[in-house]
């Protein structure tokens, strides 16, 4: 594409007297990538700027910078176009989206977001597509998978200019159905701005990312864009939300377009009834107001929370007009989500789960659950990271202790913190007397381990999915599920 073509569309402003067209090669916010004749975008991120990366991209012989830092408005750079934007976030976002050929136009896109659940919810609707024989594009915490290719993410939602790209190869390969989770971090640094999404499933709201926004009230309305950006007009685009969710109510009053609410309470669109939950199964029946529609029916998913999950699946293929008699039969092939109340298998047949859970809702709910379904002892090994929001380390300190039988608080990714301080923080809000401090994560599990009986129950948070450590500036491998297996395997 033509570089003065490319900036009529996005109404970028550029003097044709003074700049100099060219074919744009590609488009790249990261100087190391940059070749002939590619549009350099200068960002400037919470941990690096751009613009201090110009110069190297025109040394890579990029023909044409974005920025917006009035360091550089003196700047010449001989035969190089320099064009000042007000807001360089903004401007790659509407410069990737017209450069691919506005993708995300062209596929059914579904966004999922919330405090707890994107992940769960978005894998199973890709894993759905999959039984149903669709092809889909899944973006996500656990990585990207355009139907069957994987690829690895460091975001829980990408860049736009990597979410274009994406989209792109996605309609390329002729793949109509894209599920993703939308984080608060991405919309707010406009990852999402420009993207049409056919809909928003909304799964709940509660305290987490403080780090980063500093008020519920930043966190909340950074959420809220995403609905904002639907439209305030009535159209064919929908959001579904978790009705039973406090917040619900102010997330509808974002956008004017068609809404769907589910729950286990009467005033929902959908609702499960008659519901069963045990330590590896649940089942319910599924309701459109007052009218049966059909039975749920699920193997090692866990937790009354996984209920209004699979409430977001179903009630999402149902306003989509799919088969309800057909998706209903085939429910009982999902699976749980790999590191989200996942059951390390093994032959001494010990209950031990590993989840990602990291805020105090979901700290809570997970043991809340157990609790509540299988009257157990809980063994519960348990950190937080560093470098992350502090407010919520005496409040999981106190829910652990206060539902837990028996508590070892650890290590999980300190980064740049002391462990030790990290756990003494956690350990300010604890209730009871009811826990050890085992400070590297592997002793910590292997604790859990030997003193684990046979009817007991242990669940690792913190971590989930993850293979790493993060330790200051480095990333060592762990993983949780490998140490469980690694620590059995010891007693077998």
Known sequence: MDLFDLLDQCNIYYDRNKHVNHVVNKIEDNSLNVCDNDLFIAIRGENNDGHNYIKNAVDKKAKTIIYEDKFYDYQNFENVNLIKVHDSKKALAVIANYFYDEPSKKLNLVGVTGTNGKTTVTTLIYNMYKILNEKCT???????KINDKELDTNNTTPSVLILNQIFHETFENQINNCVMEVSSHAI????????????????????DHLDYHKTVDDYFYSKGLLFAHLGNNYNNKKILL????????????LSNVKYYTYG??????????????????????????EKYVGSVSTKNIFGFFNVYNLLAIVAYFYINNYDMKQLFAKMNQLECVKGRMQKVENDMNLNVFIDYAHTPDSVYRILNEIKIISKRKIICVVGCGGNRDKFKRPIIGKIVTKLADYVIFTSDNPRYEDPNK????????????????????????????????PEDVILIVGKGHENYQIIKNKKLYFSDYDEVNKYIKMHS
């Open 422 to 453: 990290i756990i003494n923080d956690i350990v300010q809000g604890a209730s009871n007397n009811n826990y050890i401090c085992i400070e590297n994560r592997s002793d910590a599990i292997k604790h859990a381990i030997d003193n684990v009986k």
């Open 264 to 289: 286990v309470y009467d005033h929902n669109d959908f609702r499960a009834r008659n519901i069963s939950c045990d330590i590896d199964s649940i089942a319910f029946d599924f309701y459109d107001h």
């Open 242 to 253: 978790n009705g039973d969710d406090k917040y619900h109510k102010k997330f509808i009053r």
């Open 188 to 207: 707010k640094q406009q990852r999402v701005s420009q993207i049409d999404f056919d809909t928003v499933i909304f799964t709940n709201f509660s305290h």
């Open 138 to 144: 899944l973006i996500g915490t656990t990585g990207i």
